[in-house]
């Protein structure tokens, strides 16, 4: 077999400081996001707010709208004019102008204003749900950046502690204490981790674009100065208020009943009165005129339009029965995740204290000759595992907040509503 040929520990070291160089090489700017808080107040500048503010608006036009009365009809007539016999020319003719009224009977009116105003009150809430729902999306956005850049941070730190355990293998090689394999395989390592902190860099570089579009920010974001990972969330005692989205489906049912009315309304006939003042050409004498018409309901009256606002009053109402029992099913779910999640980095930053000692430990154990690479190896992926875990375990307490925030009608880590 042809020898195996010794690449030079030296140069091993090399490559490892050439990685850590390029590692640490980076832009020293940083552009750093405002506060969660202050993002809060742009969120009126966003297009989905935008579109529900305008979608708001519409709704109250229309309610405004509503309140009108139909607007008078004026005609003028002219009969036996310029015909034959004495009917010739325009001395016997009749002419007569009146004005005519929709009286809008049987509560066509109270029925218009009740249902447009319940339209009006749908869209409010809508609105007020929108922007709790981007509240929530901005702090998962935000706080997915944070993780991202802590991620990328581990990841630079996990190279750090790689390249170093790689040195002290390189030179247990060099003094003939370990054989070359180990050398080669801390390289390979190092080489692991240097390829995942790239990686970390470009999801932290995602994150912060996201951030910035999801913010409106004008310069693209660089750094997480203030932290939500670590906000603690204020416990209290669960609210009894109804959730946005089910105040949201209450207000579409009301207006889904409402529609029915208007329906039932339109298929009672149309009452209209007129008064007028004719004039009698060939007496030279004036009179009133005066009536009222309506339609007869023979072939129309609206029974296709009522069916179809009581099945939409239907559906309406079934979409109110499963939110409620959705808000309930999602509350008692954001409440155990809240616990656990706050359980779970109490108990993540201990494994981070553990994991930080036992890598001590073992790296003083290492250089000592007492313990192998191996172990040395499995106490770094160890800590850097628990560190990552701890980055999760804040994520996931956020993603709970936010689903309670939501519940409870208010911005994520902006206090509980009474």
Known sequence: MPPLHRRSPPCAVGIALAAVATAFAGPSWADPAPAFASLLDRLGQTPGLIEADAVGEAAQARARQAR???????????????GDGPFAGYGAAETTLSVSQDLELWGRRGARIGAAGAEAQAAALERDLAGIDAAGRLALTYAQAEAAARRADLAQEALT??????????????????????????????????????????????????????????????????????????????????????????????????RIAVERT????????????????????????????????????????IDAARAEHRAADARLAQARLDEHADRAAALARLSASASRVSAADAGVA?????????????????????????????????????????????????????????????????
Do not use: C, H
Not at 75 to 82: D, G, Q, T, Y
Not at 184 to 208: D, P
Not at 288 to 303: A, E, H, K, Q, Y
Not at 361 to 374: E, K, N, T, V, Y
């Open 68 to 82: 009108a009365r139909p607007n008078p009809t004026l005609s003028l007539e002219a009969e036996n004019a310029f």
């Open 161 to 258: 502690l790689a390249v170093a355990d790689a040195r002290a293998a390189l030179a247990l090689v060099e003094k003939g204490r370990e054989p070359m394999l180990r050398g080669i395989q801390a390289e390979s390592e190092a080489a692991t981790a240097r390829a995942a902190l790239e990686e970390a860099q470009a999801e932290r570089a995602a994150a912060f674009a996201r951030l910035t579009a999801v913010a409106l920010l004008p310069r693209p974001v660089t750094a997480i100065p203030e932290s939500l990972l670590d906000q603690t969330v204020e416990w209290g005692e669960p609210s009894l208020s109804v959730s946005p989205a089910v105040r949201v489906a209450q207000a579409r049912r009301m207006a889904a009943e409402r």
């Open 266 to 305: 339109a298929a009672r006939p149309d009452v209209t009165a007129s008064l007028g003042l004719r004039r009698f050409e060939a007496e030279n004498a004036t009179a009133l005129t005066f009536g009222v018409s309506l339609p007869l309901p023979l072939f129309d009256r609206n029974r296709g339009n």
């Open 354 to 418: 553990a994991g930080d000692e036992a890598y001590r430990l073992s790296r003083i154990g290492f250089d000592a000759g007492r313990i192998s690479q191996l172990e040395l190896r499995t106490s770094r992926a160890a800590l850097i595992a628990a560190r990552n875990a701890a980055v999760d375990a804040r994520l996931a307490r956020v993603r709970a907040e936010i689903d309670l925030a939501r519940l409870d009608g208010r911005a994520p880590f902006q206090g509980r509503r009474p």
